[in-house]
C-alpha cells in the first residue's frame, strides 16, 4: 500500500508552541503510512530555534525568504522554491502553518494545479493585537479568499475558531479544533531547581515563559511584579524567553531592583515548572498556549489574561484564574495564591488531570491522522 505523502510547511521553527506540535507529528505519525517533508525557514537573530535546540532528530528542508520577515524579492523566491518541491514532491496533502507560510504555501500549492488536499492550522490569528486596522483587514480579506480553496482549517481551540468564523475566514463545516498535545520530562527535585536559579526555596515562585515580544505585554507583566512586591517580600518572579523587548525586563531588574530572575530563552522547562508555584501570563492575545499546558501538566496553577483560547486551557476557579488586562486584577489573583497555599496546591492537582487528558501527544497524532483520512476519501 503506498504511503500518503504529505508537505508540512511552517515559516520557521521558533521555540514556541507551533514547532512543538509539528515536531510532535513529525515523529508521531505512522512511518509505514505516511511520507512526511517539513519545509520551514531559518529563525530571526532574537530568536531559538527548536530544530537546533530541542529536535535535531526532525529533518527538515530549509527555505531562504520563509521566515519571519516581510520582503517582497524574498517572498517571491520562497513562493518559487515552494512551488518547485511541490511539483517534485507530489503530496497528497500540503498543511501549512501559520500566517506567512499558510499564505505563500497556499497560493504556491493552488498555482501549481496540485491535486493535493490544502489544511491550514491557525495556531492563533493575526485578528488582535498586531496590525493597524488597515493591515488587519487586508489580512483577513487574503485569509477568505485562500479558506475557499482549503479542504480543512485547523484551529488550536474554540474560541479561535470563533474568531476567525466571526471575521469571515471559512465555514464552519471546514473547521476541525485540534488542542496542542505535548509531554514533560520528568521534572526534578525542587529544592535543586531552586539551587540551580539561585532563588531561595521559602520563596513563592511565579513564572512568565515565552517570547518577549508586544503582543505578550512584558510592561503588563512588570506592573504586576511592581504591583505585588509593594505588599509581599514573599513573592519572586522567573522569567523564561528570549525576544525584541526582553531589554525592557533586563532595564526594569538592573534599575528598579524588582524581585525577578531573568533567564533568557531556556531549553530546560522541567527546571523552570519545578522551581514554580504559579504561572502567569499577560497577553493581549493567544491560540492555545503552550506554557500554560505545560503548567498544567506540571501541577502549577494559573493567572492569566482571559483571551484567545486561554480559557479552553484554564478551567477558570478550578485550575486557574482567569482576568481582564488590569495588571492590578493579576496582582491581586496571583496574592490569592500565595496567601492559600492549600488551595493553590488543590488547583495544581486539578490542572494536571485536566491537562494530561486533553493534551497528550497521542491524542494529537490520532486527530491528524483521522483529518488526513477524511479529507482523502472526499
Not at 531588574?253 to 530572575?261: D, N, Q
Not at 502549577?300 to 480559557?311: F, H, L, M, Y
Request: charged fraction near 25%; hydrophobic fraction near 40%; charge should be neutral.
Amino acid at each position: 500500500m503506498a504511503r500518503t505523502r504529505v508537505l508540512r510547511i511552517i515559516a520557521r521553527m521558533n521555540v514556541g508552541g507551533p514547532a512543538v506540535q509539528i515536531s510532535g507529528l513529525m515523529r508521531g505519525l505512522d512511518p509505514e503510512r505516511y511520507d512526511q517533508q517539513l519545509i520551514t525557514g531559518f529563525c530571526a537573530s532574537d530568536e531559538a530555534d527548536y530544530l537546533e535546540t530541542q529536535a535535531p532528530d526532525v529533518r527538515a528542508t530549509r527555505v531562504g525568504g520563509l521566515g519571519r520577515a516581510i520582503d517582497a524579492r524574498d517572498d517571491l523566491r520562497a513562493f518559487a522554491e515552494l512551488r518547485r518541491m511541490i511539483r517534485d514532491f507530489d503530496p497528497h496533502v500540503i498543511h501549512t502553518h501559520t500566517a506567512k507560510a499558510g499564505v505563500v504555501g497556499r497560493i504556491a500549492a493552488i498555482t501549481s494545479k496540485t491535486d493535493a488536499r490544502l489544511v491550514h492550522t491557525f495556531h492563533g490569528h493575526l485578528l488582535h493585537g498586531y496590525f493597524s486596522p488597515a493591515k488587519t483587514k487586508a489580512v483577513i480579506g487574503v485569509e477568505r479568499q485562500l479558506a475557499k480553496r482549503s479542504s480543512a482549517l485547523v484551529s488550536v481551540g474554540q474560541q479561535v475558531r470563533e474568531d476567525l468564523l466571526g471575521a469571515g475566514i471559512g465555514r464552519d463545516e471546514q473547521y476541525r479544533i485540534i488542542p496542542p498535545g505535548l509531554s514533560l520530562p520528568p521534572l526534578p527535585d525542587k529544592s535543586e531547581a531552586r539551587h540551580l536559579f539561585g532563588i531561595p526555596h521559602d520563596s513563592f515562585v511565579i513564572a512568565f515563559v515565552g517570547r518577549i515580544t508586544q503582543i505578550k505585554r512584558p510592561d503588563r507583566f512588570l506592573e504586576v511584579v511592581r504591583s505585588i512586591s509593594k505588599t509581599t517580600d514573599r513573592a519572586h518572579f522567573l522569567v523564561a524567553g528570549a525576544g525584541d523587548l526582553a531589554p525592557l525586563i533586563e532595564r526594569a531588574c538592573a534599575e528598579e531592583r524588582l524581585p525577578i530572575t531573568y533567564l533568557g530563552w531556556r531549553s530546560d522547562i522541567e527546571n523552570i515548572l519545578s522551581t514554580s508555584d504559579a504561572m502567569l501570563l499577560t497577553s493581549d492575545n493567544e491560540g492555545t498556549p503552550l506554557s500554560l499546558i505545560q503548567a498544567g501538566m506540571a501541577g502549577i496553577p494559573i493567572v492569566s489574561t482571559n483571551v484567545g483560547s486561554v480559557g479552553e486551557v484554564v478551567e477558570n476557579g478550578s485550575t486557574g484564574i482567569l482576568c481582564g488586562t488590569d495588571p492590578k486584577e493579576l496582582a491581586m489573583a496571583l496574592t490569592d495564591l500565595l496567601s492559600d497555599p492549600v488551595d493553590a496546591e488543590v488547583m495544581g492537582a486539578r490542572g494536571r488531570e485536566f491537562a494530561e487528558a486533553r493534551f497528550g501527544v497521542s491524542r494529537l497524532v490520532r486527530d491528524h491522522n483521522d483529518l488526513y483520512e477524511n479529507i482523502l476519501r472526499t
